[in-house]
């Protein structure tokens, strides 16, 4: 099992100080967090992707790179690559240059986003979201995987005879999730391809997310990938802890009753009730996160939202201490007890490098044979 955390990049007034923090001490903000879930031992920080105020986060890769310079083991991702609105053959360029500057710490999250503007300012037709997608990353696939690739398709200009550079770092790409909260046509593409099918599991009821996963679970198996146990699955979460629940949530709730997201509509105890939400003390988020496990199968990737809602850098950072010092541990260790043996474990470069080895090896012995 992969822990991490993911951020959205909002700009949000803390409600206590009615304070906004400026687009540079968000920004900045985001890279001390990034650092601080290193030091407490996590293993994926990812960012979105967002075009659109309040949110800061419009190149991840360059804050990516950023990062990756300043750390030495943590798995840097998105949590939303826009498929849809980016030009596959700068997303092959620039993700695998990042992957070169981060030794392979790289893995990211295709998605189509939850701002319908951003398609015609990249001159793009919201009604044609899902063909986008599926368009778009049957290219990215490719030039991440031939060296020459000729092309046409609907939605950009040909290509001939074109090779990106620079080319996946040992040969192989980064790991590719597919990121959703509703619509099985992205489950059905990433059981396609074998990629991962991450749940953005923060808002809807788990037996929606239930549906999903199974779905994709079932056509990674069709497609002749593995078992459905061994398909990866990755899940979203949110998190605030303090030592005792009564306080996390007198804590918490002034932040998520005005949050942009969330606030001003089911109040914080229906929310924690009918969502994966979890407000109170670090048992009480160790007990609901090891329930996913009941309702989605063993799985890969954990990551909390855990920096959003106007809460001060100060108070996130704290966060990441009680997450990375008395949730996590326990987490682990739970989580491998009964985990099958034909569960793989969260995807890493290096581990993707060993498993296209160990490909041509099989493929080599059996031409001798």
């Known amino acids: 099992m992969q822990f991490g955390i993911f951020t959205v990049g909002d700009v949000t007034a803390d409600p206590a100080t009615g304070k906004a923090p400026s687009e540079h001490e968000r920004i900045k903000a985001m890279v001390a967090i990034a650092l601080k879930a290193e030091e407490a031992g996590l293993d994926v920080f990812a960012t979105g992707e967002h075009h659109n105020p309040p949110f800061v986060p419009s190149s991840p890769t360059t804050l990516l790179g950023h990062i990756a310079a300043r750390t030495e083991n943590i798995i840097l991702s998105t949590s939303t690559t826009l498929i849809t609105t980016n030009d596959p ?70 290509l001939q005879s074109f090779t990106a550079t620079p080319r996946p770092l040992d040969g192989v790409p980064p ?46 198996a069709f497609y002749g990938h593995g078992t459905p146990r061994q398909a990866t699955v990755g899940l979203g979460g949110q998190v605030f802890m303090r030592k005792n629940s009564q306080d996390a949530v007198r804590e918490f709730r002034p932040y998520f009753d005005n949050a942009p997201v969330y606030g001003h509509g089911p109040s914080l105890e229906e929310f924690t009730e009918q969502t994966p939400l979890t407000v109170g003390s670090p048992q009480e988020v160790i007990e609901k996160t090891l329930s996913f496990r009941d309702s989605f199968g063993d799985y890969q990737r954990q990551l909390f939202l855990m920096d959003h809602a106007g809460l001060p850098l100060k108070t996130v950072l704290e966060q990441l201490d009680i997450l990375g010092e008395e949730v996590v541990p326990v987490l682990r260790a739970e989580f491998e007890k009964g985990r099958p043996a034909e569960v793989p474990d969260g995807p890493t470069h290096a581990a993707l490098v060993a498993e296209r080895d160990r490909g041509r090896q099989a493929g080599a012995e059996e031409a001798v044979a």
């Open 89 to 158: 053959v700068k997303i092959a360029e620039d993700y695998a240059m990042l992957q070169h500057l981060a030794d392979g710490r790289v893995d990211l999250m295709m998605g189509r986003g939850n701002t319908g503007p951003v398609y015609p300012w990249f001159g793009q037709d919201i009604r044609q979201g899902i063909p986008l997608a599926v368009e778009n990353y049957a290219l990215l696939h490719e030039l991440w995987r031939n060296d020459v690739v000729d092309w046409e398709g609907r939605f950009r200009t040909p």
């Open 175 to 220: 790991f590719v999730w597919h990121g959703s909260i509703r619509s099985p046509e992205i489950a059905e593409q990433a059981a396609y391809y074998g990629d991962g099918f991450f749940a953005n599991n923060i808002f809807w009821p788990k037996d929606h997310f239930k549906r999903l996963i199974t779905f994709y679970r079932e056509r990674f």
